[in-house]
């Protein structure tokens, strides 16, 4: 019952006073039920069935006016009112479902904005840490279950309050008979909460599976080329199969929990009925007309007692995914770097005089030593070039984060101009970077509305001034739709180097302050690399620009170098300069790339 209020409470939280007036309204429905049931005995008693006495029923005295009647209009009148409530009953029901139906509808809608909305405002330590299949499917399937869960629990609501009218009247009828009907019930429930936990834990192995299964399948969709290559498609399909047949029998184990409450409840009614009949009529001698209205009551509220019983197994099945969506949610609040407003508050950020780091130590996982980063001092100065290089695992791409305030320093701190990076400056100023990663990620649509995405009134003018610059325009001119070409998954497939260049030229089209450069020359020929190193040059002077480059050769022009070992800044000075260092990392670097060229 816990995890139905648990339910409840969410969506009262939300729909405030419209849970209530659907409460009514369903309390309403329940009472026309009940007064729709008991007309039928004084309607059985005037259509003259023998042993029924119309005027022993409890609603005689109500009925007193239809009495007074002819006898010949008294049954059509009595038949009209039964017929009057029943459609008004049907009518209010239609109501109540419905709007329980859009309640649910506006509940869902708000839980996923309210979660997409937190996921985005979390800090990028929170993507380094999270798996992002879990993240989607806390947006599917996780969502796809609280909405069954809010449907069933205002069903139970609805059953609740069914029961406790019915009940009601059935005491009002007849109260010896009702309280032993209730005490068979209460114990009959006792006995069935083992099979309410149960119904809990396989529903937190359901929502481990599904997490496990789809975190599986993406990971192995992306990586569908490494199978192939690999010829791993037979082991793939086993570990398809053997989560698979995890899931079904998690199934088969929650439907057989399910089907054996059901059948045990339904057999002790039969048995129940049979023993109240046999009790009351041989040895009660209880009144006819009140056993059938109780007998009725019951036989109609029993499917009830089943329904309640397998909806809290079900909703108990369900509690987890809410749990595991409000859990991404409060794990997103306390990641949160920004919120929504910030965006339209801020402006870009330009560096006028330098982009400085002092003193930053950076970690990954702050439970263990060690660090990624440490005692980094460095300036970047406004409108020069500078190269940041060092061997792989060197720190290069977690200081370009920090630079980018993706990330915050563990100790220390960025600063821009000599104003540190704070929170309340940070979406301003990721306004004014542009930046193409080392793996550049373009959307599956057209290369126009990815190039949009920055900057929405770009002019076509523009575009092709950045898809030029980056050395792009060319190969967009030959694609059978131009700019409006479709690519990724529905459309043209580009190569890794044509990928990186529509990616430079998104970067460079809302003319950001500062440019970064990830290893963002590694897929392009020696041709298109000259484009872009003369690109570069030219951008010289009009923006800062921080290049990562493994190709030493790259970055001749660089008015500062700094290398990087180990996590620490090891030197730092002009091309030239660090070249005649001979001992230096950066002179034995440049010698193994020479060698290596030369070889
Ligand atoms: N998400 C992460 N979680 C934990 N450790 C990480 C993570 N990303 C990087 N590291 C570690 O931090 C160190 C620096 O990594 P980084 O990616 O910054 O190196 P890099 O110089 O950019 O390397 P490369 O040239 O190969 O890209 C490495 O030891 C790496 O193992």
């Given amino acids: 019952m816990r995890s139905a209020l648990f339910f409840l409470m969410q969506l009262r939280a939300f729909a405030g006073r419209g849970l209530y007036w659907n409460v009514l309204g369903m309390i309403a429905v329940s009472m026309l039920e009940g007064i729709g049931l008991i007309l039928l005995i004084p309607m059985l008693g005037m259509g003259g069935i023998s042993g029924i006495d119309a005027a022993s029923s409890p609603i005689s005295a109500w009925l007193a006016p239809i009495s007074g009647l002819p006898s010949a209009w008294q049954l059509p009148v009595v038949l009209g009112l039964f017929v009057f409530i029943v459609l008004t009953q049907a009518l209010l029901k239609q109501r109540v479902s419905l709007q329980n139906a859009r309640m649910n509808q506006k509940f869902e809608f708000r839980l996923r904005s309210d979660t997409y909305r937190g996921i985005l405002q979390a800090n990028w330590e929170y993507f380094i840490r999270m798996r992002k299949s879990d993240l989607i499917n806390a947006l599917t399937g996780e969502l796809a ?4 869960g809010i449907t069933l629990s205002l069903q139970l609501l609805a059953s609740v309050i069914f029961t406790i009218i019915q009940i009601g009247l059935a005491f009002w009828l007849s109260p010896v008979i009702t309280l032993i009907v209730l005490i068979c019930g209460a114990v009959l429930a006792f006995f069935m909460r083992r099979t309410l936990r149960k119904a809990k834990t396989l529903g937190n192995r359901s929502s481990d599976l599904a997490r496990q299964y789809l975190a599986g399948i993406s990971d192995q969709l992306s990586g569908i080329r490494e199978i192939k290559t690999n010829a791993l498609e037979r082991s793939r399909l086993s570990w398809l199969e053997s989560v698979s047949a995890e899931i079904h ?9 399910r089907s054996k409450s059901q059948s045990a409840y339904q057999a002790v009614s039969a048995i129940l009925i049979a023993l109240f009949l046999f009790v009351f009529v041989h040895m009660l001698h209880t009144r006819l007309e009140q056993l059938i209205l109780i007998v009725l009551i019951f036989s109609r509220l029993w499917p009830r ?20 969506v409000l859990g991404i949610q409060a794990d997103c609040r306390a990641a949160a770097e920004l919120s929504f407003g910030d965006e339209i508050k801020s402006e870009g950020m330009a560096i006028r005089q330098a982009l400085a780091c002092r003193s930053v130590y950076y970690r990954y996982d702050v439970t263990q030593p060690r660090y990624a980063l440490r005692n980094i001092d460095l300036s970047i100065p406004a409108l020069g070039m500078t190269a940041v290089v060092g061997r792989s695992g060197a720190g290069k791409s977690t ?4 630079l980018m305030g993706l990330t915050t320093p563990e100790r220390g701190s960025i600063a821009i101009d000599g104003i540190p ?8 100023f990721r306004q004014s970077v542009g930046y193409v990663p080392q793996d550049p990620f373009l959307f599956n649509d057209t290369i126009r509305n990815n190039l949009l995405l920055v900057k929405q009134d770009a002019s076509e003018n523009e575009l092709w001034e950045c898809l030029e610059f980056s050395a792009s325009a060319d190969f967009v001119r030959k694609l059978p739709q131009g700019l409006d070409t479709f690519i990724g998954d529905r459309g043209v497939r580009l190569s890794g180097g044509e990928r990186q260049r529509l990616v430079l030229a998104r970067a460079i089209l809302r003319k950001p302050s500062i440019l970064i450069l990830d290893e963002a020359t590694s897929a392009l020929d020696s041709e298109n690399e000259l484009k872009i190193q003369e690109a570069l040059e030219k951008l010289r002077g009009r923006m800062t620009l921080v290049v990562i480059a493994h190709r030493l050769s790259t970055i ?3 008015n500062q170098v700094i290398v990087l070992d180990q996590g620490e800044v090891v030197q730092s000075g002009s091309f030239s300069e660090l070249a005649a260092e001979k001992r230096g990392l950066f002179g034995s670097l440049l010698e193994n790339q020479t060698l290596a060229a030369s070889g």
């Fill in 305 to 324: 007692f089943t329904g309640i019983q397998s909806n809290l197994e079900q909703i108990a099945s369900y509690l987890p995914s809410l749990r595991s």
């Fill in 249 to 257: 029998e998690e199934q088969y184990a929650f439907l057989k929990l």
């Fill in 421 to 428: 990076l704070t929170r309340e400056r940070l979406h301003a």
């Fill in 145 to 148: 279950r609280v909405n069954g």
């Fill in 399 to 402: 200081l370009i984060d920090l």
């Fill in 556 to 558: 001749r022009g660089a």
